[in-house]
């Protein structure tokens, strides 16, 4: 899938910067597709035949940490049987995309810094220089200037990665983008899970509605968790999706009991009501399996059921 209508300035820009050797910096919320613009800028490159390696700073441990990025030599830990290369060497002639570089602490720093200066470091345990040949994007949902300010954040290092920065817009400031991405997923889970999937006009007007806190990430989860629970062949409806957080609006199906019109305890009342009936609906009418699927004690669901007028 290509980049979607609302990344158009992102798209070029991209276009610029991804024929150089550039260091860039992605920035944007958590779920934006920050890596999935570090691929794009690769695969654009003249070291797209090349490796793209990605790291997560923020999942491992400092020593842990190190290890990954610049290896070690034989015994130089507790169980280091053997020299292992590094994600530095590992992309060697290609691109090493550091995400979360934000959460890297003070000593890993210093090390990135000579790397990004000399393009040359020195694996754990080891004292003879490696040199490497790398293009490096980093990315990060924090505000490093911020950290910088306060101390935490290298400014050296800051202006070594922030050589292209490159903001990705959160999705619900790209409406247009959400139904080409709901497509594209439906698309890929049909053919992973071997169905036919399509979505309805009110399943795209009801993901439209939705304000995607969790960006394109929860878009992929919500449009995973409906494609898993559907049947073979299906077009999804509005029903058929199940959100991960906040609301979106419903219009209550006939019998739902009515709060005051307008107010908030209506519209929850309708989303719930839709869960249930789509709970239902997935597991061929089993309020036991419909239970456990939407994580409540079976008399919770009878009881709401009831309160709800579902039968």
Request: aromatic residues 6%; glycine residues 8%.
């Amino acid at each position: 899938m290509g980049l979607d209508r609302g990344l158009a300035a992102v798209g070029q820009l991209i276009a610029r910067i991804a024929p150089t050797d550039a260091t860039v910096m992605i920035r944007g919320e958590s779920g934006t597709g920050k890596e999935l613009i570090a691929r794009e800028i690769h695969e654009r490159s003249a070291r797209k035949k090349a490796p793209f390696i990605r790291t997560n700073c923020a999942a491992f441990s400092e020593g842990v940490l190190e290890s990954e990025l610049f290896g070690h030599e034989a015994g130089s830990f507790t169980g280091a049987q053997r020299s292992r290369l590094g994600r530095f060497e590992q992309a060697n002639g290609g691109t090493l995309f550091l995400d979360e570089i934000g959460d890297v602490s003070p000593a890993i720093q210093v090390k990135l810094l000579r790397v990004l200066q000399e393009r040359e470091f020195e694996r754990v345990g080891g004292n003879a220089p490696v040199k490497v040949d790398i293009r490096i994007i980093a990315a990060t949902h924090r505000n490093l200037e911020e950290l910088v300010k306060d101390g935490t954040f290298r400014g050296d290092l800051f202006y070594r990665l922030n050589v292209v920065p490159l903001q990705l817009p959160p999705l619900r400031e790209r409406p247009t983008d959400i139904d080409a991405l709901a497509n594209h997923f439906a698309k890929r889970f049909s053919v992973e899970m071997g169905k036919k999937l399509t979505l309805s006009a009110s399943a795209s007007a009801a993901l439209r509605a939705y304000d995607w806190p969790g960006n394109v990430r929860e878009l992929r989860n919500v449009l995973e968790r409906a494609a898993v629970l559907a049947d073979a062949e299906m077009t999804l409806e509005a029903s058929d999706l199940i959100f991960d957080m906040g609301t979106r609006p419903t219009t209550p199906a006939a019998g739902t009991p009515r709060a005051p019109a307008g107010s908030v305890f209506e519209s929850i009342a309708a989303e719930e009501r839709a869960r249930i009936e789509a709970a239902l609906r997935q597991t061929a009418g089993s309020v036991t399996r419909s239970a456990k699927l939407l994580g409540m004690p079976r008399t919770t669901l009878s009881d709401r059921m009831k309160k709800l007028g579902i039968t």
